[in-house]
């Protein structure tokens, strides 16, 4: 499996940016697919996750830090994982990751497919 992250770059404080993750192969299933951040200096962390099951369908999970701002979403046609990131402020600047969980959560040890991280730089 294969996790290919792109859409970083560079935005002014109060932007938005949408981040793709696409899947080698179909891959969603009933998987957790996250995303995840490191900034310069600090631990990778947690920014949101998308659960699917056939019963109840889908459900997220987002940091308190980007609750309200970040949207995660999937489109299982295209095996791709989305991010859209609103109202951007300056220490959201990290490189971010995608990646792939068989029992979801919040931690970087629970996630066993990772891309290559997409950097997003968000100016003052």
């Known amino acids: 499996v294969q996790l290919q992250a792109s859409g970083g770059g560079l935005v002014q404080a109060g932007g938005s940016l949408r981040l793709s993750c696409v899947a080698s192969?179909?891959?969603?299933?009933?998987?957790?697919m996250g995303w995840f951040r490191q900034a310069p200096g600090k631990e990778r962390e947690f920014v949101a996750a998308l659960s699917w099951n056939d019963w109840s369908g889908s459900s997220t999970t987002y940091a308190d830090s980007v609750k309200g701002r970040f949207t995660i979403s999937r489109d299982n046609v295209k095996d791709t994982v989305y991010l859209q990131m609103n109202s951007l402020k300056p220490e959201d600047t990290a490189v971010y990751y995608c990646?792939?969980?068989?029992?979801?959560?919040?931690?970087?040890?629970?996630?066993?497919?990772w891309g290559q991280g997409t950097l997003v730089t968000v100016s003052s």
């Open positions: 192969i179909r891959t969603f299933g009933t998987y957790t």
């Open positions: 990646a792939r969980s068989r029992s979801g959560g919040a931690t970087t040890r629970a996630y066993d497919y």
